[in-house]
């Protein structure tokens, strides 16, 4: 017997209506963190109807503008200005004005300014569109293999080493992918102080460079990182997002009963040797129990 006709018709259309602003609305467009190209069709679209773009480099922006043939109206938004930047934004708004917000690369208000601009106009009762797109740590993220249904997004670590060490240890017990944003001259210093303070056996992904011609994606365990940054000058140049594996499964069982022997031991033994005698007590990972041991000591 024959088949009927299958009777759906399917339209198949290359063409595309370009998105065009609307007035007193604020639009959080993303743009390349590298490779130009990373930008949406919508955001084009948009950056070329706004009336006004509020940039965070307004030189940088225009970069972006020529490479796509727009001329726009800039205005900057930067960390030293933006409460102000606020202001003029949700004047121009109330003004019937569309307005693009841009910064530097990547999605405003993710370790960039912006924040500010959105919860003004927010506040004012202005509509408030994201155009989404580039973005440094999904970027790492969605390449890493980790399984990212849980992921805490820390940004930027402290500069100075002890208040890093700090967060790092606030972190240790966190069992969910952890994600960082780090700067080319502390990348050694901020991975060493994660193999202590985090334990030497977690994954980490290092993500160098992306989208750009010197990508480098490395995963390994965090005791043999450092070593990897070392082989190679170049490997410690150029823009990083670090994403390490959060606090393994077995310190999660029993972390009250962890916690209760190292208070016990530290109240009156130093801090190496209470942990010492933890993961003879516990069976515990010394690693962990150092952290663990780090933390207790910050917070009595
Ligand atoms: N708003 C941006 C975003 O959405 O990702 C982040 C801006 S933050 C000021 C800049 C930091 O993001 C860099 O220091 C680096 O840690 C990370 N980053 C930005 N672009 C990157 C790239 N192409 N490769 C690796 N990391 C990048």
């Known amino acids: 017997m024959d088949h009927p006709q299958n009777p759906v018709t399917v339209e198949v259309s290359n063409a595309r209506s370009a998105a065009a602003a609307c007035p007193g609305t604020l639009y959080v467009v993303a743009t390349p963190i590298g490779n130009l190209g990373d930008i949406t069709l919508r955001a084009l679209d948009i950056l070329r109807s706004v009336d006004v773009i509020a940039a965070e480099d307004t030189r940088m922006t225009s970069r972006l503008l020529n490479r796509h043939g727009i001329s726009g109206r800039l205005i900057a938004v930067h960390e030293h200005n933006e409460r102000r930047a606020a202001e003029t934004v949700t004047g121009m708004l109330a003004g019937g004005k569309a307005v693009a917000l841009v910064s530097d690369a990547g999605t405003p208000g993710i370790s960039d300014p912006g924040a500010q601009v959105v919860a003004a106009a927010r506040a004012a009762g202005h509509a408030v569109v994201p155009l989404p797109g580039a973005n440094a740590a999904v ?71 992306l989208t750009k011609l010197h990508e480098t994606l490395r995963r390994c365990r965090l005791d043999a990182a450092g070593e990897w940054l070392q082989g190679d000058e170049h490997r410690r140049r150029g823009e990083f997002v670090l994403v390490v594996e959060g606090a393994p499964g077995a310190a999660r069982e029993e972390p009250d009963k962890a916690e209760g022997v190292l208070r016990v031991l530290l109240a009156e033994l130093p801090l190496k040797q209470a942990v010492a005698l933890a993961v003879q007590l516990t069976g515990g990972n010394r690693n962990e129990l150092y952290s663990l041991a780090l933390r207790l000591k910050q917070e009595s």
Request: net charge neutral; aromatic share 8%; charged share 25%.
């Open 139 to 209: 970027a790492a993220l969605s390449a890493s293999g980790f399984d990212a249904a849980r992921f805490l997004f820390c940004g930027f670590l402290p500069s100075r080493p002890a208040e890093r060490r700090r967060a790092l240890a606030e972190l240790a017990a966190e069992r969910a992918l952890l994600v960082f944003y780090e700067a080319p001259h502390r990348i050694a210093d901020c991975i060493a102080d994660m193999c202590a303070i985090l334990g030497g056996g977690r994954e980490i992904l290092i993500a160098r460079e």
